[in-house]
């Protein structure tokens, strides 16, 4: 099993080094209301050296947002929005409202193909599925961080 895991996406535990040194000291929010899932995403990133600030409602994510984030995480289903909604609400902020923005990445628990197609076609590319793991959060958002 551990040589397998190894070889997933291809990286090795360099390439994962490599690409966690690639976020050291970038800005990432998280808007997560599940305080396992908070405590496991922050325990992953802050490894990583990132500047990370969490927050547990929709509300206050979008209060966030007169700050630029490098990337932000979010749950799929928040207590005041979904992702989809919230995406919308961020979209329709006035300019002194919301600072220039990285990419936003859904993370959800729902695999099913109604939730995912509900949020691909909000707009998220790449989504998520929980628990993420290190070697997935690395192969997906490093990319990411490249692009933007």
Request: glycine letters at 6%.
């Amino acid at each position: 099993l551990a040589a397998a895991s190894e070889s997933l996406d291809g990286l090795t535990e360099s390439d994962l080094q490599r690409a966690e040194a690639c976020w050291q000291g970038r800005k990432i929010m998280l808007i997560e209301d599940d305080p396992v899932s908070t405590h496991l995403m922050t325990s992953l990133l802050q490894s990583w050296g990132v500047q990370l600030s969490c927050v547990s409602t929709g509300q206050d994510g979008l209060m966030a947002l007169q700050q630029s984030w490098d990337l932000i995480l979010l749950d799929g289903e928040l207590p005041d929005y979904n992702a989809a909604e919230w995406l919308q609400v961020m979209k329709q902020l006035p300019a002194h409202a919301c600072a220039l923005q990285g990419p936003v990445v859904v993370i959800t628990a729902h695999d099913d193909d109604k939730h995912l197609a509900l949020f691909q076609h909000a707009g998220f590319d790449p989504v998520l599925i929980k628990p993420v793991r290190r070697r997935q959060l690395l192969s997906v958002l490093t990319p990411l961080l490249r692009v933007h």
